[in-house]
């Protein structure tokens, strides 16, 4: 076979709009920038910041490939495999790699003002990062074993070098060793849990296996096909819990994040939970929901369409169970144990492992709902989508924060922010607005991002699910306010001053940037409603 | 319950206590009771499997199955770094073997180039820089010794039981899996071309997933060469503090 | 025949033979070096208890009783397990790494009971011929590294450290060489590839030369070679890896290093000088008769102790590298070389004969002629830019005088 044949074989849709790589065009920039900041280190050494301004390039080039330009009003393009089937492209992919290229985009700009990284390894930091992003964008597009391994493992490695790029910090190495060890583990698991479903069902593509589900279960299944398909299932949820840094798989996400940069902090906070999340739902849409697009043939199926619905009742339930009694009790954990924190990463840490659990909510939603009600589903997919899109602000704003009070201040303590309302009244505003929206209190952007979700959840009869929700919520008030209290009440102590840093600053401006949001889009909901909806649109069909 | 679950369960619980026996805790001790047991286990195992049919095949088939299994376990009970990263190519060996005698020669000879040949001589390197002694105090403990062994034993009985076949008369519900035809059999394991039909599995088919790892692996490069910058930036940072 | 007897009656003529070679390989070595050396070398022993010398035959038969018969002396200090495994471990697999090596094809009469062509190898069915000899051969690793591990001796320990980091740096620019002939003949078969050559009757040195020669300085690192062989690096290192060995396990560490030569010669004879072929001599048919056959493996085993011969000359020719040119040699010179030949190669596959066209050449001179211009100008770029030439220069880092100064 030569090389146009094979070329012929592999792409025959390739060019043109509407081919396999047409649909891959911001992944492919991501690759080409990668190629570019490495060469450029080597090729143009004189230019210090190649490596930002070349990533920020090859960032918003990818952003204006992934931005749906052709996108009509009410009407999105059906959702279609490329690559072979390898990869799926509908309008959940879409949106959410969208949601990943804009985050990239201002990280990025974050990273550079901050400044922590050294002339050195800068190249690298960027290449690490658009690495993981392409891997983050390979797993909320998976239709294939392969695929989702592949990009789970794309997305965590340079994550693990991420958390350890910090000079001369035992600290640092030492969490980011335990996230690889960890990781690696987790990664193995899953693998493990992959091939047993790969191994019982026959197949690696995951539609196939759906369909080669229906019909086993169809012909009855036996006791122990049920055993090794929920051990299966059970080992593949632990990887990608591991990714959400869900309660019990959680452990390293304090150590991480208190040992890594508050910078790659927000990144393994914000993408990597998102890109994990992508995958959830890949995950449960295509397990709870025959696609229809590629089944195989000399499959015998159930009569119809609505037979096969019900035949795979049994795995909606299990996803169900699976994913609720994680979202209860990593959200419960992530606020109890974010009140004896007294470093303001570590609470971060754990109000981001508590916020996965809100996360998870409405996927167990949409597995409840989806066998009677695909509209409801749907409609809890969105919930995820506004959920993270409004996450991405606060968060990436907490986290900024962070990191530019601790190069003012060198410290990242809780307690040696005492007096900032005083000092710079406008960073303890934003910090404020954002520790208030991540609570969910109105008029703030995370308001309309709980209610979603607790709507989904009340569609869903999810009753157990809702109320823990509501109880957390309560719950996170007192130790987020608990930081706005240090900055406002507490005085402040004689020796040392609290940082001024004025909002016209150029850092004060970015904070105020990233906050605007966090309150503007309580009032623009219905914007992010309509990219939400679109996302969750060809879902489930 | 029928007679082959009763043995299954013995072998099983009998695998698990001697794995714990065997797993290094401390100055505990039971090592060759653990031997012992762990040996029923495994013959208790292996009179339960189907044979193939042919003498020299199912020899062949056992005598690597119990290299696999004896140097898998062997792996994780000894008190040695070295013997375990030896004891773990050995059963790569095993494993590679079953590999070549289900006819998988591709991915035989990759485990061993890939496994035996290029990581484990690695892990060796670093092991012998990194402790030439051989005898640190944490390599001497199993963490969670009871706790892993159940769980290493009760997954390798769950799946034998499930998916090993082994119970397959008792229930017919598993997926019709019809011992191949001569005619697939020459079009799949004989064939001569096997490699070439790989290549062309591989680089036809699943191209997009050939490319991505090679991402992967560029960024895991990338990532490895920062870690060795870090650590020889760290030292020059230390020589300039002596002098 | 039953195919049981048949494997058998392979594995006892290989194995005979190869000890056999083994055994004289050294006693030509030792000529060698006499030679170039300007001595005499051994042409003592004989015919025992008789006057009769047969320039010095009977050597090889008298250290093998040497080595035998020494009295196995196990020192103090060592890991005994592995100590013992060690020896054996390489020699398994320097021998196992034959099972592979074709001889060619023959047609026997059928009166004796033979249905088709009798291959010339051991395990002449497996698809994956070449990696199987990689694979093996990156198990003879663990003899040399777990060797001088367990002797728990400082200077068996950097054999060992140096050998594992030489071994697998040199594997990359080895496999990237046999990457170009695979891509030309498309199996990973030897006796393909040897078929593919007389077929065509260009073997592939004329038209991979930059293949050839990583291949060839990587198959001598892979064998330990000097100037490659610091793992024993005797003026260094004592003997390296094997220093506290003796006797019957000396002898297999030393065997197994001439196994591994006579391995590299077989690979560099099969996979690009043509193997059994030689023109007018030999035909192409795959199969033939005995006396063709018999033919062929006098041509084979005739360029195979050829390629010996250069090593064994390599050997008294050129100094031992220092450890960071080795390393050099191997990162920045050969693996860059080994990729670019796999590009041209590539490139030539797909689109050499609408390239070679216009100048009405047929596909494979025009291969040879871009083959040895892309060596020329490989080796032009590799004197100018020297990148090896970094680590000959004093290391400011190490200076005396820079540290004070600061």
Known sequence: MNFDQLLQNVVGDTIGPGGSLWAFRPEMTLCATIIAVLLAKIILPGWKSSAYYITLAGLLAACFFAFPWSWQQGDMPAAKTIFTGMLIADSFTVVVRGLLLGFAVLFTTFTQMTGVWDRDDQAEFFVLMLGSLVGMCLMISANHILVVMLGVEMASVPCYVLAGMKRNQPVSSEAALKYAVFGAGAAGVMLFGLSLLAGVLGSAQLPTMTARLIQIIHQGVSPDQTLVLSLGGLMLMVGVAFKLSAVPFHFWAPDVFEGA??????????????????LLVRLVAVFSMPSGLTFPEGISLPPDQLAAVADLGAVRQYIVAIVSLLAAVTCTFGNLAAYGQTNMKRLLAYSTIAHAGYMM????????????????????????VIYIAIYLFMNLAAFAIVAFLRNATGSEEIADYAGLARRSPGLAVCMAIVMFSLVGLPPLAGFPAKMTVFLALIDAKLWALLFVGALNTLLSLFYYLRVVKVMVISPEPLHREAPTIPLTSMVGSYCALLTVPVVALFFLFGGVLYWARAAAHTLFN | MTNHQHILTLAVLLGAVGLWLMLPRGGARGRAVGTVLGIVALGLWFSQFHGLGQWTADGMFFVLAAIAVVAAVGAVTSRNPVYCAIWFGLSLLGTAGLLLLAGAQFIAVATVLVYAGAILVMFLFVLMVAQPEGKASCDQMSWEAGVSAAAGIAMVGVLSVAIGGILAPSCPAMPPIAPPTQEELAAGVLDPHQVARLGDELFGRRLIAVEVAGTLLLAALVGAAVIVNQFSGRRHDGQQKTV | MPPVLESLLKIAVLVGGLMTAAAYLVLVERWIAAWVQDRLGPNRVGVPLTKIRLFGLGQPVADGVKFLTKGEFTPGQVDKILYFVAPVAIFVAAMAAFAVVPLGSVVLPASWGFDGPVRLAVAPGLDVGMLYIFAVGSVAVYGVVLGGWASNNKYSFFGAVRSSAQLISYELPLGLGILGVILATGSLRLDNIIVEQARSGTWNVFVQPLGFVVFCVAAFAEAGRLPFDLPEAEQELVGGYHTE?????????????????????????????????FWGLTGSAEAVSWPVALLRVVVLLAKVMGVILFFMLARWSWPRFRYDQLMEVAWKVMIPWGLINVVVVATWMEYGVQLARPWNLSAAQGMAIVGWGVLLLCWLATTIIDPTASGNRPRRDLSVNDNCSE
């Open chain 3, 245 to 277: 060995y003796l006797g019957v396990k000396l002898m297999l560490f030393m065997v197994s290093e001439f196994l591994h030569m006579i391995l590299a010669a077989f690979l560099i004879v099969i996979l690009f000088l043509g193997g059994w072929h």
């Open chain 1, 361 to 384: 909510m409405p996927v167990a939603a949409a597995a409840a709902l989806v066998g009677s009600d695909v509209l409801g589903a749907r409609e809890a997919v969105a919930a995820l």
């Open chain 1, 261 to 278: 940069t508050a910078e790659v902090a927000a990144f393994i906070s914000v993408a990597s939970k998102a890109a994990a999340l992508g």
